[in-house]
């Protein structure tokens, strides 16, 4: 393909290329290409490859390109609306087509016309009956009667795509004023790349107010349908004066780039808690939604940390405890050791007093003392199981103490991580002013 494309022009052999994804293409391949028929393009990347195209293809043929002129205009294609670019014209052409009404057969006998006709004629005499409940607009004082309005030159004009009407009054066309843009939003902390389309409508029935686009009425510009023509045996409101100077155009074109600056941001949401932003276009249930996860996730591992902050510290109390619980059946078996130790020396001076031929002997007497020293001894030892016991009470209550402390404080994380608390505050995103195109 790309073959053909750069070598089928020197053998005189014309290539008709069809593609749905530039973005596919190689751009140099696409530069070969003499005219180009684009309709609307769904992705950034697409519009750029068929950008870098087209002002390849225009340097090849020696023509100034105006990128950005063009890419505006692709930013603003409608239904059925295309743009025609020849390398040999001095500027591309926009252009509207229709529905077929065949896509497969040639022209269309008269007596296949009525087949095809014969159900529309039922269906419309069905809807004749209810005319009155859907009256055209009557012609009112101040119409043009069948005149259509001459705009001034270079000011393109648009015809909205009437809605069903029946009765046998004239269709009658009022002006406005339609202002169409691309707003570019950007904000690296809020992770935001997003581009819209703007569409606002000024009725301009009784005249248009001095700050044109302050009360205009926002559209959704691909549920707009306009026709390149007016219907025929229409009926025409008059034009307002402000309409007929080209002069004001460009004053209201810098007046729209000033409004949608200044009034149409981007509404985030932020949840500073989280430190979580919504993406562009994300409502705040979805983005509530989206939270709840995100709270649940981040307080688990808060609940982690939580965890491992006082782990060292219950593990330090518990080997405390067990150690000091160790020293309580120590003390308790040197007390029990003691007293057997004293019995047997109180029995032995005893025994020897009784036996012996002196009462009172230096032996005896020694015996006496070391008894003595001995029940003291056995009293020492039992104050220190006390104040072992005591030190272990002491250690458990500490434990205690910072198991509750563990409690609340994890209670209170979670607390704070409720997804149906967490508060969420409105983040306006400015458009950046230098890529507003009008």
Not at 129 to 152: H, K, L, N
Not at 359 to 372: G, H, I, L, Q
Not at 405 to 429: H, N, V, Y
Request: include cysteine; charged fraction near 25%; hydrophobic fraction near 40%.
């Amino acid at each position: 393909m790309l073959t053909l494309l750069k070598q089928a022009r020197a053998y005189g052999l014309g290539c008709v290329l069809a593609t749905q994804n530039p973005v596919d293409l190689d751009y140099k391949g696409l530069s070969n290409a003499g005219t180009w028929f684009l309709g609307r393009l769904q992705t950034e990347r697409d519009k750029a490859r068929v950008l870098d195209g087209l002002e390849g293809a225009s340097s090849t043929a020696g023509v100034i390109f105006d990128r950005q002129r063009t890419e505006a205009i692709l930013s603003g294609l409608g239904n059925r609306v295309f743009l025609m670019n020849n390398v040999h014209d001095d500027a591309p052409t926009v252009f509207q087509t229709r529905w077929a009404l065949s896509y497969l057969r040639g022209p269309l006998t008269r007596a296949q016309i009525e087949t095809l006709m014969e159900s529309r004629r039922a269906a419309a005499a069905e809807l004749g009956e209810g005319a009155a409940s859907f009256p055209r607009a009557a012609v009112t004082a101040g119409a043009s009667g069948g005149i259509r309005p001459v705009v001034p030159p270079g000011i393109e004009e648009l015809f909205l795509a009437p809605s069903r009407t029946v009765g046998e009054g004239p269709l009658m066309y009022r002006p406005a004023l339609f202002g169409l843009a691309r707003v570019h939003y950007v904000s690296s902390p809020a992770n935001v790349d997003s581009w819209e389309t703007a569409a606002m409508l000024v009725s301009a029935a009784d005249g248009l107010p001095d700050d044109v686009w302050a009360e205009a009425d926002s559209l959704d510009y691909d549920s707009l349908s306009f026709e390149p023509a007016p219907v025929g045996e229409a009926q025409f409101a008059d034009l307002p004066s402000e309409l007929t100077q080209s002069r004001n155009y460009s004053s209201w074109k810098t007046a729209l780039k000033n409004a949608l600056y200044r009034d149409r941001s981007l509404s985030l949401y932020e949840c500073k808690a989280l430190k979580e932003k919504s993406a562009a276009g994300e409502t705040e249930g979805d983005f509530r939604v989206r939270l709840k996860q995100r709270a649940f996730e981040t307080r688990d591992i808060e609940v982690e940390k939580l965890r491992q902050k006082y782990a060292p510290k219950l593990a330090s109390l518990e080997e405390r405890i067990r150690k000091a619980e160790q020293r309580v059946e120590k003390e308790k078996e040197q007390v029990s050791h003691q007293t057997l130790s004293t019995a047997m020396s109180i029995g032995t001076t005893l025994l020897g007093a009784l036996l012996g031929r002196k009462m009172v002997s230096a032996t005896n007497m020694s015996r006496a003392a070391t008894s003595v020293r001995s029940a003291t001894k056995i009293a020492k030892e039992k104050s220190d199981v006390t104040q072992a016991q005591e030190n272990v009470e002491t250690l458990r209550q500490q434990l205690a103490e910072l198991e509750q402390q563990f409690q609340t404080d994890t209670e209170t994380l979670k607390a704070s991580f409720d997804g149906d608390s967490l508060e969420i505050a409105e983040l306006p995103i400015k458009p950046r002013k230098s890529d507003l195109t009008v």
